[in-house]
T-cell receptor, first 111, second 116 residues
Framework: KQEVTQIPAALSVPEGENLVLNCSFT??????LQWFRQDPGKGLTSLLL?????REQTSGRLNASLDKSSGRSTLYIAASQPGDSATYLC??????????FGRGTSLIVHP | EAGVAQSPRYKIIEKRQSVAFWCNPI?????LYWYQQILGQGPKLLIQ????????DSQLPKDRFSAERLKGVDSTLKIQPAKLEDSAVYLC??????????????FGSGTQLSVL
């Protein structure tokens, strides 16, 4: 059974810092890994999707990397802003085509 | 392009009552998911449909939860009778196909259920 772990559970940083969120998974037989953002009381918004054959994806200030063999992904946020405050979740799509989520990292960026 | 629509947005009921949630996925999306998200946790899959067929419902508490997607488009999730531990946000998601390494999930805003 796939298990997904996200570290840290919570993070508070001053505006402008570069930061890294971590996601690890136990079964490396995956099709893709997706990073989401969730604002309080809202649904999830897809940020980046990395296919199993890819090493990284970039969108604006976001960069996600994937090391399938070690079961790890990182989400790098450059020059953080208060508007980046949200919960960030990763989801792994495995062989059963069931997306499995981690518990998320709650991020606060203070001015 | 319209997103995933869910209703109601909020629902408060007493334990042992019944409740139903509705979801309309993005037009043309064959795969539909229902997730339960308890406060402070990640979403947990309840059921997955491909068109109007069930792909996986192994984590659906079938003694009280039921779901259907009769015409392969919109879907309803029902809880009867509700328990206190069912208090959570119920999220609906869709993707264009079940299989595919490049298939993104699109989520609705969710229904926040409080069972008193």
């Amino acid at each position: 059974k796939q298990e997904v772990t996200q570290i840290p559970a919570a993070l508070s940083v001053p505006e402008g810092e570069n930061l890294v969120l971590n996601c690890s998974f136990t079964d490396s037989a995956i099709y893709n890994l997706q990073w989401f953002r969730q604002d309080p009381g809202k649904g999830l918004t897809s940020l980046l999707l990395i296919q199993s054959s890819q090493r990284e994806q970039t969108s604006g200030r976001l960069n996600a990397s994937l090391d399938k063999s070690s079961g790890r992904s990182t989400l790098y946020i450059a020059a953080s802003q208060p508007g980046d405050s949200a919960t960030y979740l990763c989801a792994v799509m495995g062989g059963s085509y069931i997306p499995t989520f981690g518990r998320g990292t709650s991020l606060i960026v203070h001015p | 392009e319209a997103g995933v629509a869910q209703s109601p947005r909020y629902k408060i009921i007493e334990k042992r009552q019944s409740v139903a949630f509705w979801c309309n996925p993005i037009s043309g999306h064959a795969t539909l998911y229902w997730y339960q998200q308890i406060l402070g946790q990640g979403p947990k899959l309840l059921i997955q449909f491909q068109n109007n067929g069930v792909v996986d419902d192994s984590q659906l508490p079938k003694d009280r939860f039921s779901a259907e997607r009769l015409k392969g488009v919109d879907s309803t999730l029902k809880i009867q009778p509700a328990k206190l531990e069912d208090s959570a946000v119920y999220l609906c998601a869709s993707s264009s196909h079940l299989q595919g390494a490049n298939e993104k999930l699109f989520f609705g805003s969710g229904t926040q259920l409080s069972v008193l």
